[in-house]
């Protein structure tokens, strides 16, 4: 039997990080670890994580509502509300929110591999060790990713 997973607007697993919210939606468990799904909300005012590079995954985001900077390398992108920003490993890019709302992003991992990471992070901070750019660094080297501003 093929097994379905349907989550409401309340369920997922919630991810506190500082001012930005992970739900994860869809962790790999129903797509064979194809694919993996999150919701991030980010806080007015907030900068994503340190810019970097996957080795091993895509990544997908998808702005629901506010308008997400995204950076890939030297280049800034403004993305309003209904913009895809599609990433693939080697591709140095990071995420902000420069705006008086806060943004809603669908973020996806094909693999599911970097779900994993967010929980780890979760896990780091329940440890009482404080999220820094460092620590990010170093919870990021566990999924083939690493900080980067140069095209892989």
Not at 19 to 46: C, F, N, S, V, W
Not at 123 to 147: H, N
């Amino acid at each position: 039997m093929t097994k379905v997973s349907v989550v409401g607007p309340d369920d997922g697993e919630a991810i506190q990080l500082g001012p930005t919210r992970m739900r994860i939606l869809e962790d790999g468990t129903t797509t064979g670890h194809r694919l993996g799904i999150g919701e991030i909300t980010l806080a007015p005012h907030t900068e994503g994580p340190p810019q970097h590079r996957h080795a091993q995954h895509d990544e997908g985001f998808y702005v629901v509502s506010g308008t997400v900077h995204f950076t890939v390398g030297e280049t800034t992108h403004v993305a309003p509300a209904g913009t895809l920003a599609m990433i693939p490993p080697g591709a140095p890019h990071t995420f902000a929110n420069h705006g008086d709302e806060p943004a809603v992003m669908l973020n996806t991992f094909t693999p599911d591999l970097y779900v994993q990471y967010f929980r780890d992070l979760r896990d780091m901070i329940a440890g009482g060790q404080e999220l820094t750019p460092e620590a990010t660094v170093q919870v990021m080297s566990r999924y083939a990713t690493v900080p980067a501003a140069d095209y892989a």
